[in-house]
T-cell receptor, first 112, second 111 residues
Framework: DTAVSQTPKYLVTQMGNDKSIKCEQN?????MYWYKQDSKKFLKIMFS???????INETVPNRFSPKSPDKAHLNLHINSLELGDSAVYFC???????????FGSGTRLTVV | SQQGEEDPQALSIQEGENATMNCSYK?????LQWYRQNSGRGLVHLIL?????REKHSGRLRVTLDTSKKSSSLLITASRAADTASYFC???????????FGKGTHLIIQP
């Protein structure tokens, strides 16, 4: 069973479109995260979320919004996509703060 | 802002040799973690060391932590071709803002 699954694996879209990336974890973890990995492999946290608190990295444009229908899901919605949004987006989860993270396999987003 | 800085950025060694990667960070931490990322894949958690620990082992991995120098090292002994990957250190501070990753070390094991 895949612990943290993301869909789609690849996403190619035009500038200005709105898209969503889905993430589901079956580990029963309390906290989920979204990370962005750029072309130089630098990983930057975008959001962390549990059922009580959403932490937003202040550098993330408000075109990005996380939505969590339940504890096992944290989807990422992106409005008005820009060329600079092209990257690999990783979802992750952890049991609680202070434990290791389990990452999904990533979604490669290409904006053309 | 970025917390961890790995050194070296790239490392190429022969199979069977030991590989050592270093990580430095800037602020106080709760714990430090090391992850591996194979090309085109997600990150895999390798080992976690807490701020009150100085050394930890897991199989062929050995991690040290020196909080006075704000640095950590990852040693992979008896390297194998399958160890070829990028290795990242990540720090967790006292807040709820998640892991902060370094830039990574790209390790290549020559057969």
């Amino acid at each position: 069973d895949t612990a943290v699954s993301q869909t789609p694996k690849y996403l190619v879209t035009q500038m200005g479109n709105d898209k969503s990336i889905k993430c589901e974890q079956n580990l029963g973890h309390d906290t989920m995260y979204w990370y962005k990995q750029d072309s130089k492999k630098f990983l930057k946290i975008m959001f962390s979320y549990n059922n009580k608190e959403l932490i937003i990295n202040e550098t993330v444009p408000n075109r990005f919004s996380p939505k969590s229908p339940d504890k096992a899901h944290l989807n990422l919605h992106i409005n008005s996509l820009e060329l600079g949004d092209s990257a690999v987006y990783f979802c992750a989860s952890s049991q609680m703060s202070g434990y290791g993270y389990t990452f999904g396999s990533g979604t490669r987003l290409t904006v053309v | 802002s970025q917390q961890g800085e790995e050194d070296p950025q790239a490392l190429s060694i022969q199979e069977g040799e030991n590989a050592t990667m270093n990580c430095s960070y800037k602020t106080s931490i709760n714990n430090l973690q090391w992850y591996r990322q194979n090309s085109g894949r997600g990150l895999v958690h390798l080992i976690l060391i807490r701020s009150n620990e100085r050394e930890k082992h897991s199989g062929r991995l050995r991690v040290t932590l020196d909080t006075s120098k704000k640095s950590s090292s990852l040693l992979i002994t008896a390297s194998r071709a399958a160890d070829t990957a990028s290795y990242f250190c990540a720090t967790l501070g006292g807040g709820a803002d998640g892991l902060t990753f370094g830039k990574g070390t790209h390790l290549i094991i020559q057969p």
